[in-house]
């Protein structure tokens, strides 16, 4: 059974950083693809970063490009997201998502497994 554990959210000010994490067990996460969606308040679901197997490639919303950074370590089954500069509209429900290419993830939305998500909340 495929499980994805994020953690890390929370509320924070708008300006500060904050990293969540993904836990993963079940599948094979060193051949996986991992990556960020995110859904805020009576919006859709929407991609915010991913990167591949190898940690070579990774892709990202232009929403987030050069605020948030997205790494893995393959040996911990992990996966995370550093936001830093956060602002009052980055405020959502972030969902960890895995899949076999990072590209079809970022360009197409699809994702194999997702998690439950964790709630960031940026403040004014």
């Known amino acids: 059974q495929v499980q994805l554990v994020e953690s890390g959210g929370g509320p924070v000010q708008a300006g500060d950083s904050l990293r969540i994490s993904c836990a993963a067990s079940g599948l094979t996460f060193s051949t996986n693809a991992m990556g960020w969606f995110r859904q805020a308040p009576e919006k859709e679901r929407e991609f915010v970063a991913a990167i591949s197997w190898n940690h070579i490639t990774t892709y990202y919303a232009d929403s987030v490009k050069g605020r948030f950074t997205i790494s893995r370590v393959n040996a911990k089954n992990t996966v995370y997201l550093q936001m830093n500069n956060l602002k009052p509209e980055d405020t959502a429900v972030y969902y960890c998502?895995?899949?076999?290419?990072?590209?079809?993830?970022?360009?197409?939305?699809?994702?194999?497994?997702w998690g439950k998500g964790t709630l960031v909340t940026v403040s004014s």
């Open positions: 998502a895995a899949h076999d290419a990072a590209q079809t993830m970022a360009e197409l939305g699809r994702v194999n497994y």
